[in-house]
């Protein structure tokens, strides 16, 4: 079985990098580009996370991330979203399981994906990786 990460950010270049961010590490990568587009292809696709944009106004983000830890077939899929580190988080951000920067580095990357246990250990919550977390590694 593959395991693919669903990556939905309106910015084609952070779309690029945050696919070849995912594919160095060793997930397929699916895309989806309307909010309601998330939850049909998360349920479809039962991938091993999802990185939303945070830009999404309040309402539908809120609405987004409600469907999707209410539904059974996306209920335990691990949510990042991807957030602006000058701008403070919007109320609806709290359900998810972390946030990467907008300056993220493949480092934030991998960080990210081992705190929410799915390149390797147990999901141990919700959090921010902030942009000086892991140092040294080449950006991609």
Known sequence: I???ALIAVEDPNILYLLQRY???SGFETA???ASMEVLGRAMRLHPAFIILDGALPEAAGRKLLSRLQAHADTCTIPVILYISPDEPAAPWTAGAAGCL???VKYADF???LAHIGVLHGNHVGGGCVADDT???APDI
């Open 22 to 24: 995912a594919e160095e």
């Open 101 to 103: 920067p907008k300056s």
């Open 134 to 136: 892991v140092t040294g």
């Open 31 to 33: 895309t989806a580009h």
């Open 110 to 112: 991998l960080t990210m």
């Open 2 to 4: 593959a395991r693919t």
